[in-house]
């Protein structure tokens, strides 16, 4: 290899990873799921028609629940990365491990949420049409529980990266990515608790 | 433009996994399935997608002429349709239901399989890695898994033929309800469902692909090539990627309530429904017009998903057969970015008499129409670049000269359809066929012929044959004008479109006579398109070998070795000095002027000596003096003392 190729190589290294590029894009493009389907939402909401018949419920409690623990697992999230970054390496993998439960308890209260709402006579298909607002939820939480699915898949690959000392201070790529996503996905779910709260 | 160095990032070789070999003139050995199938190599892959597009483009195009043929003669029999179709051409007559199916189908197919995947697929994958200077794409697992959800999603969509309720029959756009109830027509069953699968395979395959185009450009380009140095056809790939970033998760949120609609009992899109035979359904408070909104913000920029590669490539193929810099390379970039940002704001002029707000129908018609000022600014442009210019015509030229004709004669039309009152007349007519086709339809595959013909030196390192090339150039350009010119006036007397049979109305038969001239002329287009598949492949195998830069042009894929190589440049990467359309320089012996060449300290651009006359220098006064005195020449009329 070219002493070239070798000196491009090592200022690549600070620059903005394509890695980390790839991941802002498939943001922006999930994003845009979430915007079509809030817009969808709102149109429905507001559209002359079906004014009267919409239906407005208040939010089952396990969705609040769920996002103080989105929140917290963001935390710990951050302090894995801020761990890495300080090259406290045997910290990362409790850290993460908290994160990863809190993760998987956001999933099961997730469920219970929608147990709830069944409890509530709102199914996912509907029989009244103002009942669309529930389908909405459905599909809302639902959306974004399959994206979490996929950080927890990236935070498990990230544990068992730093059980293997794989994740330092010269090498942040892969938390930086983990991070970034799992921020993502805490913003966004805080995003529809707010929308669903605010345009039920 | 001065000659800034605009070198966004030290990314001058990306060290993907090429690069670890080291040296890049040993061949390394290959298994067959990694290099000819799960091929990482961006050069394979854009095969890959250019012969699956092509192999689509054939059913495509086989689908449009069976249709044509019960549209000419509806009253025959034709025992072809009973062995191609079976059940579904019984006694040789075509099944309506069928002919609703290859309709879709045929549409479905040429925008996304072709002219989506198949055009910008192909070229976004061969040439951004070789024009801006990098090893490959910033992630070859990711673009080989692009190409195989493709073909995945190629293979599900063809399949649902083989179904017994035959594929998808809604039309391209699969407008609920009947898309949304399975009992609406045969093709509403199972075949829907595969449409449905086989497009959300296909998003995560654009998905996958225009990521990746996006960072590779954005982040890989060689030492020198700063945006403003970029060739047009990557601006073109890279604006095209950015709208299909944008807008296909939509239609994944669009497709995902219609499969929730279908299968799962909920009702986005389904109100107060009787069913013959079934009664009332269960479903209410739905709205199909959401589903209209939802595709549209996908559809519309997706047309230009279709037609900025083409315009990309025109460009390229235009300015190195002009032997001319591009007309305004500046404008071209910044029309290309209107057209994008334009197109997410105009998707309402497909929904017009869908009984929107005339207030917002006004809004949609105003932002349609000022697309055709970039539009226009692109037209004169290329028309700019060829006025004076010392033609080749090789076939490519040829292509990219007749897309700007089919682009000027299918783009007028679109004014006319932009405008909300007309469009009430005019919407679901012939007319909107005749303008798409043209448009976006014929225009883009020119596009796409012109890139096959340009690049297929670099792509296979053969020569295609210009004697069937020319002639394939006249057939398909003479029969594209034959087939889609009349169906304006058509569509002017309001023969509507997806109607399986006109004879049966008397306003419609007169039009009878139209339609077999129509048919015929659409056989004509067949005809040339198997004279382009035989060039095709027979010059793979048979054609002479190319040279390294058989158009003499200035871009750096063609600095790469005719044989193609892993990581592209045998050596180091070339640094680029300049823009991509230095065509014959006056302070140049040679016409054009390859952008890794370092020259002789020639400026970047050439600007003809203003002759400067030294003897004259003008009168000398103190500029208060002139200031006042200014007045006294304006008011009162006083002589100028020269």
Redesign the interface.
């Known amino acids: 290899?070219?002493t070239?190729?070798i000196q491009?190589?090592s200022?690549?290294k600070n620059?903005?990873s394509?890695?980390t590029?790839?991941t802002w894009?498939?943001i922006?493009?999930?994003s845009?799921?979430f915007?079509?389907?809030s817009s969808?939402y709102w149109?429905?909401k507001t559209?002359g028609?079906?004014n009267n018949?919409w239906l407005s419920f208040d939010l089952p409690i396990q969705f609040w629940i769920s996002t103080v623990i989105v929140f917290i697992s963001s935390v710990f999230m951050q302090f894995s990365f801020n761990a890495a970054k300080n090259d406290n390496v045997y910290k990362i993998p409790s850290l993460l491990t908290i994160t990863l439960i809190l993760a998987l308890s956001f999933c099961v209260s997730q469920y219970l949420a929608w147990v709830e709402m069944k409890d509530m006579g709102l199914f996912?298909?509907?029989?009244?049409?103002?009942?669309?607002s529930a389908?909405?939820v459905y599909?809302l939480s639902g959306?974004h529980l399959f994206h979490i699915l996929g950080g927890i898949v990236l935070i498990i690959i990230a544990l068992v990266k730093s059980t293997r000392l794989e994740i330092h201070k010269k090498s942040m790529v892969f938390i930086n990515i983990c991070k970034t996503y799992w921020h993502f996905l805490g913003i966004v779910w805080i995003f529809l608790i707010l929308f669903l709260y605010f345009a039920k | 433009m001065s000659t800034v160095e605009i070198t966004a990032?030290?990314?001058?070789?990306?060290?993907t996994h090429h690069?670890e070999h080291?040296h890049h003139d040993h061949h390394h050995k290959q298994s067959f399935i990694s290099k000819y199938i799960f091929s990482t190599d961006h050069k394979m892959i854009s095969k890959q997608y250019l012969i699956t597009g092509i192999i689509m483009g054939c059913f495509g195009m086989g689908m449009s002429l069976l249709f044509r043929m019960q549209l000419a003669w509806p009253d025959e029999t034709f025992p072809l349709f009973e062995s191609l179709l079976g059940k579904w051409g019984k006694g040789g007559k075509l099944d309506p239901n069928y002919y609703m199916a290859l309709v879709t189908i045929h549409g479905t197919i040429m925008v996304f399989y072709v002219l989506t995947a198949g055009l910008s697929g192909t070229f976004s994958n061969l040439l951004i890695p070789l024009q801006v200077g990098a090893r490959d794409m910033?992630?070859p697992f990711?673009n080989m898994l692009s190409y195989w959800f493709f073909f995945l999603s190629s293979v599900v969509l063809m399949s649902s033929f083989l179904v017994e309720t035959g594929p998808a029959s809604s039309g391209w756009t699969v407008y609920p309800p009947l898309s949304a109830l399975e009992k609406a027509m045969p093709g509403s069953g199972l075949g829907t469902t595969l449409w449905l699968v086989a497009i959300i395979l296909f998003i995560v395959s654009a998905?996958l692909g225009?990521?990746?185009y996006?960072?590779t450009v954005?982040?890989?380009r060689t030492k020198g090539m700063s945006m403003n140095r970029l060739p047009l056809t990557i601006w073109a790939f890279l604006l095209t990627a950015v709208l299909g970033?944008?807008?296909?998760?939509?239609l994944?949120?669009?497709g995902?309530?219609l499969i929730?609609d279908r299968s799962?009992?909920?009702?986005?899109y389904l109100?107060d429904i009787h069913l013959n035979g079934v009664g009332a359904l269960?479903?209410?408070?739905?709205?199909p017009v959401?589903y209209q909104?939802?595709f549209w913000?996908l559809g519309h920029p997706e047309v230009y998903i279709i037609l900025m590669p083409a315009l990309g490539i025109s460009s390229e193929v235009i300015s190195t057969n002009a032997r001319k810099p591009i007309f305004g390379y500046t404008a071209m970039v910044i029309s290309l970015i209107g057209i994008s940002f334009l197109s997410f704001i105009v998707w309402g002029h497909h929904m017009f008499i869908t009984g929107m707000n005339p207030f917002l129908g006004t809004m949609f018609m105003y932002v349609t129409l000022i697309i055709a000022v970039p539009s226009a600014v692109k037209t004169f442009n290329y028309l700019a670049t060829l006025w004076k210019g010392n033609i080749r015509f090789t076939t490519g030229m040829m292509f990219a000269i007749g897309l700007v004709s089919l682009f000027i004669s299918g783009g007028l039309t679109g004014i006319y359809l932009g405008n909300a009152a007309l469009d009430i007349q005019l919407h679901d007519s012939y007319f909107v066929v005749a303008h798409f086709h043209l448009v976006m339809g014929s225009a883009a595959i020119f596009g796409m012929f012109a890139g096959i013909y340009h690049w297929f030196p670099k792509m296979f390192g053969k020569m295609m044959n210009k004697t069937l090339g020319t002639l394939h150039f006249w057939l398909t350009f003479i029969s594209a004008y034959l087939v889609f010119f009349p169906m304006h006036f058509m569509g002017l007397a309001g023969v509507p479109r997806r109607y399986y049979q006109f004879s049966l109305i008397p306003e419609f038969d007169i039009w009878m006579d139209v339609n077999v001239f129509i048919t015929v002329s659409a056989f004509l287009g067949g005809v040339a398109q198997l004279l382009f598949l035989y060039n095709f492949f027979n010059s793979i195998f048979r054609g002479e070998k190319a040279t390294k830069n058989p158009w003499e042009s200035n871009t750096l894929e063609w600095t790469t070795p005719v044989e193609h190589i892993h990581g592209n440049w045998p050596?180091?990467i070339p640094t680029v000095y300049r823009g991509p359309h230095e065509y014959s320089r006056p302070d140049r012996e040679s016409d054009y002027f390859p952008q890794n060449d370092p020259g002789n300290g020639e400026p970047e651009h050439y600007h003809a000596p203003v002759p400067i006359d030294t003897s004259y220098s003008g009168p000398k006064e103190k500029p208060s003096k002139v200031f006042f005195s200014s007045f006294a020449h304006l008011f009162l009329a006083k002589k100028v003392q020269a």
């Open positions: 290899m070219s070239n190729n491009s190589m200022t690549h620059s903005f394509e890695k590029f790839i894009l498939f922006v493009a999930s845009m799921l915007i079509a389907f969808a149109v429905h559209d028609m079906n018949a996912f298909s509907n029989r009244e049409p103002g009942e669309i389908s909405f599909v959306v | 990032n030290p990314t001058i070789d990306s060290p690069d080291g910033a992630s990711m998905l225009g990521i990746n996006i960072v954005l982040n890989m970033l944008l807008s296909f998760p939509v994944l949120g669009a995902l309530l929730f799962f009992g909920t009702s986005f109100s269960s479903n209410s408070g739905g709205s959401l909104h939802l913000f050596g180091a």
